[in-house]
């Protein structure tokens, strides 16, 4: 007889289960979007976390489950602390798998680069009030650092590669244009120099 290997994996899943790790998981996510327990945010949230177990069991029908918990976690502002809780509830299914430090790291990597992006913007249009070359300078590196992070926020989403050169390259430009002013108008024109950078092309593979 053949054993279903899904089958398998909900048995897994059912056993490993610990009410007690769960649980609080709900009231955190709750907490976290300011929401009821019964709030349909929190009820996906906590459908996508049984999911991810499921795959860490070995489901087949739930590949790929933990990263986009991981996404969800990033984008939803969920707390580090919440993500810590999911992370110790998800180790009982698999212990010692690197998925599960993807995950922490996904999860925590977006949520804090969301943060940033923040305190960057607010940053960007304070330096875009700066008179003189080295405001228009800030501003621009201000402002590509803003397009490298949403660029790694998207690469972490595992997002369209066509719409992350579209955030690189707007990025460069703007890092080409601080050099601009550098080159035009420091008394030490040569520091901004950077002709001699090498960037990566397909003839590098």
């Not at 993807?102 to 940053?123: I, P, V």
């Amino acid at each position: 007889m053949t054993l279903d290997p899904n089958a398998a994996a909900s048995q897994r899943y059912h056993d490993r289960f610990d009410v007690s790790l769960y649980n609080p998981i709900g009231e955190f996510v709750a907490s976290n979007l300011n929401a009821n327990r019964d709030d349909a945010r929190v009820v996906d949230l906590m459908v996508a976390v049984q999911n991810a177990a499921l795959e860490l069991c070995g489901d087949e029908r739930h590949a790929g489950a933990w990263h986009r918990l991981a996404v969800c976690c990033g984008r939803s502002f969920l707390s580090t602390h919440t993500i810590d809780a999911i992370w110790r509830f998800l180790r009982a299914f698999s212990d010692n798998d690197t998925r599960l430090d993807d995950f922490e790291a996904t999860a925590k990597g977006m949520l804090l680069a969301y943060r940033a992006l923040d305190e960057l913007k607010a940053a960007t249009a304070h330096a875009n009030g700066v008179h003189g070359w080295h405001g228009r300078m800030a501003y621009d590196l201000l402002a590509a650092v803003e397009l490298f992070t949403g660029a790694a926020n998207a690469l972490l989403a595992h997002e369209d590669e066509t719409y992350i050169r579209e955030k690189l390259q707007s990025a460069l430009h703007r890092v080409t244009g601080a050099l601009y002013e550098g080159i035009r108008h420091s008394d030490q024109p040569a520091l901004f120099d950077f002709r001699s950078t090498y960037f990566p092309s397909v003839r590098d593979r």
